[in-house]
């Protein structure tokens, strides 16, 4: 787990490096909308009766213990709230919904 950890601040510092140097990354492979994920149409109850739904997060959504997430987009890491709901920090596909 702590190698895990270790790979995401070396992700977030490798992205923050690209963006000082100004090299575009693909968003295409950003999801539309104003989360960082989509549903992929799946469905389930679990053992309490709580009803849960598949999705696909963004390939540069990293989520660690607790509330703690980052994007490798644009290079941050931390405790953020509207993150670690997985609301887009990146302003990209925002206002395209499906």
Known sequence: MKLKIIW???EIGYSKLLNIFNVKKNTSVIPKGMYC?????TSGTDDNGYTWFGT?????YRSMKG???????????GWD???GDQCK???ENKDNYE
Do not use: E, Q, R, W
Request: positive net charge; aromatic residues 24%; glycine residues 14%.
């Open 8 to 10: 995401f601040y070396i």
């Open 37 to 41: 994920y989509t549903f992929d149409g």
């Open 56 to 60: 696909n997060s963004c390939k540069y």
């Open 67 to 77: 509330m703690k997430a980052g994007c490798t987009y644009v290079g941050f890491i």
């Open 81 to 83: 709230p509207c993150l």
């Open 89 to 91: 920090i990146c302003g």
